[in-house]
């Protein structure tokens, strides 16, 4: 194998951050000199340039994405005595986001091919006696990937229940042409290093169309605060820094080029893996432009996968290992939830992201198709 173990040793963020270390060492230079650290003219600047990205009207920046979910929910009136629906799969900060909010999560199994939450469970899952006091379903993109956000507004707009989004893993993906964050009432996004769209810490934000939602998160996330010193409800701190904001204005400029490169490198992907005995690949729904947060796959002997891959010196991991309804936090239901107990056994997703070096595609797949060999 040409590609050395040691290629792997600079990893996505961190070169992220050495793909812009010029612009990024000016921009924290401009930070430390104006004086304004929370909440000033680079949060304000950046609010605007990722809204004029989306074509959304309204972006807040808070401190997380864990806590946009809580925040967009607060702001929507929802809380203690209400149940938010969320993907049985997906990262447990989801689920968290909905508790803090005081409404109680509950959970929908996903479709098998794209990982997002499925229509007929969210469906089924209203008609049961649990769907009852449900106000909203928290849509979570994964891994990039538009969840069926036509079928699964039907379902909400006959139930009368608000749908929203979670874009943290989909920022610059696309359903039917719109980008995902102008889909619903409200989405969330976090900027965690490690997302699409990468802070150098902790940031995040909520979306929106809607200008009286937008004010009131504005209040929220400043102690309720219209006014300065004057708290007109009990709101947080969640507010954006101002080194995140600049951070965020400076990757932002690359976001396009970077997911062209995501989508490449996953093409790369599709044509080495086409065929392979191992793994099925990950589909992109008609309609959907992913945004290949992660590039995602099923394997059978998924841990054998991985113990091999990791024997290679390749960087894998398992997003998730345990459905929300089988967490300690959340679970005790003894509802089964197949598809995501399934994915949560099968899925590994390989290293993509736009930093990767060229033959680093290959090299994976040699190593796959070693296995494969040995196999048969
Ligand atoms: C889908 C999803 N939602 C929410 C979050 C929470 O974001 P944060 O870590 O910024 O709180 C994450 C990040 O891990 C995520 O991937």
């Avoid at 050395?4 to 921009?27: I, K, T």
């Amino acid at each position: 194998m040409s590609y050395s173990s040691n290629s792997w040793s600079v990893l996505y963020p961190q070169s992220d951050q050495r793909a812009h270390r010029a612009e990024l060492a000016g921009a924290l230079q401009r930070v430390c000199d104006s004086g304004s650290y929370i909440l000033g003219a680079e949060v304000a600047a950046f609010e605007t340039e990722f809204a004029a990205f989306l074509g959304a009207a309204q972006v807040v920046g808070v401190a997380n994405g864990t806590d946009a979910i809580e925040l967009m929910l607060r702001a929507l009136k929802i809380g203690a005595g209400s149940k938010v629906v969320v993907p049985a799969f997906a990262p447990s900060a989801v689920a968290s986001g909905v508790a803090r909010s005081g409404a109680e999560p509950v959970f929908a199994d996903i479709e098998p091919t794209t990982f997002t939450l499925c229509p007929v469970s969210l469906d089924a899952l209203l008609r049961s006696p649990q769907g009852r006091c449900v106000k909203a379903a928290v849509v979570v993109h994964l891994y990039g990937h538009p969840a069926d956000w036509g079928r699964l507004q039907q379902v909400a707009d006959e139930h009368g229940i608000e749908l929203l989004e979670d874009c943290a893993q989909a920022h610059g993906a696309r359903w039917q042409g719109r980008m995902v964050g102008t889909l619903g009432r409200a989405a969330a996004f976090s900027f965690y290093p490690t997302k699409n769209l990468a802070a150098m810490g902790d940031a995040g934000a909520v979306v929106t169309n809607d200008a009286a939602l937008a004010e009131r998160l504005h209040m929220i996330r400043q102690y309720g605060w219209r006014q300065r010193y004057i708290s007109e409800h009990a709101g947080v701190n969640s507010r954006m820094d101002e080194l995140q904001a600049a951070v965020l204005r400076v990757k932002l400029g690359s976001l396009s080029k970077n997911i062209q490169q995501r989508r490449k490198l996953a093409a790369e992907y599709d044509a080495r893996l086409r065929g392979s005995a191992v793994v099925t690949l990950p589909l992109v729904r008609g309609g959907c432009e992913h945004a290949y947060h992660q590039y995602v796959v099923r394997c059978e002997r998924r841990d054998d996968l991985r113990q091999h891959l990791q024997e290679a010196q390749i960087p894998v991991a398992v997003h998730y290992p345990l459905p929300l309804h089988r967490q300690p936090a959340f679970g005790g239901s003894h509802v089964s939830l197949l598809e995501s107990e399934r994915a949560a056994e099968k899925v590994i997703s390989l290293p993509l992201h736009p930093c990767l070096s060229e033959g680093a595609v290959d090299a994976v797949c040699d190593v796959m198709e070693a296995l494969d060999h040995a196999g048969r």
